[in-house]
């Protein structure tokens, strides 16, 4: 006797669709409930709403940007096919921003660059994420898939000057409160406003990077999208 074929749902293929489709699902689940409840919140409350954005959704933003690092390893092992170092810049940019501005210093929570910011990368995430969950299990609109090959355009560059203003906002505090800067053996220091002066540079840079590889992954995906539909 031959081998006994696996049902279709125990084949790897499967397993591994099944398993991104949850992923994604999880994620759009999350950033969806983020954004809905900061525009209710809004529409209820006017710009008071701004002011404790972080104490409304810090904590599921948090989780979501934390879980998002799965993406990485999605990369690595090879069941999400991306290219490693523009998805780690872009990952990199929120995990400084939001671990080690804004969760670090109170003052900045309050700032409504920071509710700004938020609805940037939810807008981007819940497009993001709904393209991939449908394309995870082989569904494809051609108006989903323009929009979301082309909303990050004008809104990933926002999405940086909003982050560098909360950086330029938060300097006085860490250099007020020395959050981070520490004394080293050999009289040596890590005066982190320093640092994150330079991370500012580096900032547009890899933003620059980025938007130039997102710009080459739309033209690809864009060039062959009609193929597929006449198929």
Partial sequence: ?????????????YRKNAYLFIYYLIQFCGHSWIFTNMTVRFFSFGKDSMVDTFYAIGLVMQLCQSVSLLELLHIYVGIESNHLLPRFLQLTERVIVLFMVITSQEEVQEKYVVCVLFIFWNLLDMVRYTYSMLSVIGISYAVLTWFSQTLWMPI?????????????????????FGTYSTKMPFD???????????????LFVGMYFTYN???SERKDILRVFPNKKKM
């Fill in 156 to 176: 990933y560059p926002l999405c940086v000057l909003a982050e560098a203003f909360t950086i330029y906002q938060s300097l006085p505090y860490f250099e007020s």
């Fill in 1 to 13: 006797m031959g081998p006994v074929a696996l049902p279709a749902w125990l084949q790897p293929r």
């Fill in 188 to 202: 040596l220091s890590i005066y982190f406003p320093y640092v994150l002066k330079i991370y500012l540079m580096m």
């Fill in 213 to 215: 590889h997102l710009y």
